[in-house]
Antibody, heavy 124, light 107 residues
């Protein structure tokens, strides 16, 4: 079965760079039609889409955060890494990674499997 | 970015009630609309994709409809485990924005 798990620091200081790793099993990110995305949720607030990487290494970013985000994949390790630079207290949130299929018409079919999430607090 | 709105922001309902949640996109998104359920402290769960397709394993009391800019999620008979927050998400163009959520609680 498909599982995903986020890992990384729980506390970062303002201006630091956050590096989060999504380690998954049950699928391969070299398989056509597969994508892994990152979504975050500040405490008590709504979900925010951050970035997505496809099996073919196509990458998409939220325009409002694009200058701060980098998403990469390591197919051999079954991992996707998200880095976010210049962290600020407003970036305090639970960060999720999630699996997504893209159909033959390149339609993204929603995130069908999610990690448990990891709470990242930004504070000095 | 495509903006998503939901109404109502919250509602109180009883077990057995029929519940309808509305989602509106700031521009046409065809049928590229997904619905999620989230319970406190848990990751979201995909309920409906492509506006009306029921995700595997999701009870048939959940249904979705709509196209273009206006969409609805309907729970035909609310069950105790359905009390949660519901989010819509467009996947027409990145960033795949989410709505602000609708909290369904017990009347």
């Amino acid at each position: 079965q498909i599982t995903l798990k986020e890992s990384g620091p729980t506390l970062v200081k303002p201006t630091q760079t956050l590096t989060l790793t999504c380690t998954f099993s049950g699928f391969s990110l070299s398989t056509s039609g597969v994508g892994v995305g990152w979504i975050r949720q500040p405490p008590g607030k709504a979900l925010e889409w951050l970035a997505l990487i496809y099996w073919n290494d196509d990458k998409r970013y939220s325009p409002s955060l694009k200058s701060r985000l980098t998403i990469t994949k390591d197919t051999s390790k079954n991992q996707v890494v998200l880095t976010m630079t210049n962290m600020d207290p407003v970036d305090t949130a639970t960060y999720y990674c999630a699996h997504q299929y893209v159909d033959t018409a390149m339609v993204r079919l929603g995130f069908d499997y999610w990690g448990q999430g990891t709470l990242v607090t930004v504070s000095s | 970015d495509i903006q998503m709105t939901q109404s109502p922001s919250s509602l109180s309902a009883s077990v057995g009630d029929r519940v309808t949640i509305t989602c509106r996109a700031s521009q046409s998104i065809s049928s590229y609309l997904n619905w999620y359920q989230q319970k406190p402290g848990k990751a979201p769960k995909l309920l409906i994709y492509a506006a009306s397709s029921l995700q595997s394993g999701v009870p048939s009391r959940f249904s979705g409809s709509g196209s273009g800019t206006d969409f609805t999620l309907t729970i035909s008979s609310l069950q105790p485990e359905d009390f949660a927050t519901y989010y819509c998400q467009q996947s027409y163009s990145t960033p795949d924005t989410f709505g602000p959520g609708t909290k369904v609680d017990i009347k």
